[in-house]
């Protein structure tokens, strides 16, 4: 019978090869999205990137090292290309002629303490504008976000908005998934956290995000366009100016497998078909939940 001992190394040398196999999907889904976008190449548009956590606190691939995560910003700011989401929204109506250059729009999701901590600094250094969707139910609470992601407190949203860069939208109260509420629950996550951002920051948030970027049934998606001037969704791709619903404004999720390669791809609006085959595990990855 296996010592404990070699039960545990068996384990672990088991979760690296799950591990390790995961990454080789990923790396060739990568690859393939690649190969599609030279079939199909991105138009212009303007690009907006989901970041949700920054410093590796969870071994999740939303979570970045705050060091690629400065190359990025970084290499963004020398090039000029970042606009904060009024003007992208401008941009894409035409209220602003359009650029010669394809601009990008830089978002965060859910309000995990490392916002605060690690990301605003370097945005602050690379005076780099960014949009924070905030769920503010767990800044009430303090509950934390799955993988142990602890929730900003009040006092750095605020300090993060004196900062001049920093927008805060909405993300739900409780990270409801809108697609799968009744229209007075939804009615009621809306008007929860536009009420408490109003009262902690005395600012009516503008601008939405879909948790788990999946649109809401069509009652939820009415209540958003009464309430906001966009809403934002997931679509590893452009959004086209002239073209684009602001109601349904794609971002491309950055991860901690991308490193500067495929965040490149990224950023010039590649990718698209890594998005569209994680939409569909996500649609079965959710089926059952509600936040």
Known sequence: MPTSSARRITTTMTSRLAEGIKLGIGTGIKAAAASADRARPPRSGVTVLIYHRVGRRAQVEMDLDAHIFERQISELAEGGRVVDIDQGLALLDGSLAEPAYNPVVITFDDGTSDFAEIAVPILVKYRVPALLYVSTEFLDSRREFPYAGTPLTWNAARESIATGLITLGSHTHTHALLDRVDASTARDELDRSIERLGEETGLAPKHFA?????????????????????????????????????????????????????????????????????????????RGASE
């Open 210 to 286: 879909y948790p788990k970027a999946l649109l809401g049934t069509p009652a939820a998606a009415e209540l958003v366009r009464k309430r906001f001037v966009s809403a934002s969704l997931s679509g590893t791709k452009r959004n086209v100016f002239l073209e684009t619903d602001p109601y349904r404004l794609a971002r491309s999720p950055i991860q901690a497998r991308d490193g500067m390669h495929w965040f490149r791809r990224k950023v010039d609006g590649g990718l698209r078909l890594e998005d569209d085959l994680r939409a569909r595990l996500n649609r079965l990855r959710y």
